[in-house]
């Protein structure tokens, strides 16, 4: 079965080879939408460093490193984007130190649950923006950049999914039973 990416990026293929490409002047809601994404990953990544630098968990911590690479890039490219299109960048806060997890206090820190539910709606929220960032465009060029960003957030996502649900912290919802309907076990 092909992967989520690859089909995400067949379908931008396809959507690119549609247009002529031809790169118009942002319009606002493209350089809103971009100037938001790039400050909203400029601070997650500072959550994921915190996670680095506060867990023992060698699965939470792929995934936090995992997300942090991604991340890095996103702002990145972002940051290359805006300037190149004369937009001012975001404030963004500096990078964490490296510190030992087991120095610091349990009181001071999330729990491995806590931190891989909260990275996960990093996730969650970040497909959401990209998603509504990428339909709301008119360059084609702009809206692959939110649909690549889109793409690698969820499969960030999925990862981090396994992973809860593997060591049990996965939040689930209870089961909706339609009123009148015969409950199934």
């Known amino acids: 079965m092909p992967s989520l990416k690859m089909l995400f990026q067949n379908a931008a293929d396809i959507i690119e080879s549609l247009t002529d490409n031809h790169k118009n002047p942002l319009h606002i809601g493209e350089a809103m939408a971009s100037w938001t ?85 990093n996730f969650i929220a970040a497909a959401d923006l990209c998603a509504a960032s990428a339909s709301q465009c008119l360059r084609t060029d702009v809206a692959l950049m939110f649909l690549k960003f889109q793409t690698d957030k969820l499969s960030l996502g999925l990862k981090a999914k396994e992973l809860m649900q593997e060591e049990g912290w996965l939040k689930i919802p209870p089961s909706y039973n339609q009123p009148g309907s015969i409950r199934q076990k």
């Open 37 to 121: 994404y790039h400050a909203f990953v400029a601070n997650a990544i500072s959550i994921v460093e915190i996670g680095l630098n506060t867990t023992d968990n060698a699965k939470l911590k792929k995934v936090l490193q995992d997300s942090y690479k991604v991340m890095k890039s996103h702002r990145k490219e972002l940051a290359e984007f805006l300037q190149q299109e004369g937009v001012p960048l975001s404030d963004t806060p500096e990078s964490k130190p490296k510190s030992d997890p087991s120095v610091v206090p349990l009181g001071a820190k999330f729990t491995n649950n806590e931190l891989c539910n909260t990275v996960t709606l």
